[in-house]
């Protein structure tokens, strides 16, 4: 069973940089087939999906965070990492890290492994 867990911090203020770890157990990050993804929901709205890093390390990122957001991963801990730049408070969501079908990418929880998710506050 795959499980992924969020973490980081959860008020930030605005104009700083965000920095969230997914650590993953039951299944590595390096498995070619799907997607280590980022993905958030803001207070009364839907998903907005963030971008993901592949198992071969490769990345890909919406437009939603206009060049602001950047994912990485560290393969010896099995974690990967989303870092937002320039947080304002329209960046408060739950964040969620998630693994990924391909075919099902941007089209909501369609059976993959999601995280609890972590509360993202924005505020001075």
């Known amino acids: 069973q795959v499980q992924l867990q969020e973490s980081g911090a959860g008020l930030v203020k605005p104009s700083q940089t965000l920095s969230l770890t997914c650590t993953v157990s039951?299944?590595?990050?390096?498995?070619?087939?799907?997607?280590w993804t980022w993905i958030r929901q803001p207070p009364g709205k839907g998903l907005e999906w963030i971008g993901y890093i592949t198992g071969s390390g490769s990345t890909t990122y919406s437009p939603l965070l206009s060049g602001r957001s950047s994912i990485s991963r560290d393969t010896s801990t099995n974690q990967f990492t989303l870092q937002v730049t320039s947080m304002t408070p329209e960046d408060t969501a739950v964040y969620y890290c998630a693994r990924v079908t391909p075919s099902n990418y941007g089209l909501g929880r369609r059976g993959d492994y999601w995280g609890q998710g972590t509360q993202v506050t924005v505020s001075s």
């Open positions: 039951g299944g590595s990050i390096t498995t070619t087939y799907y997607l």
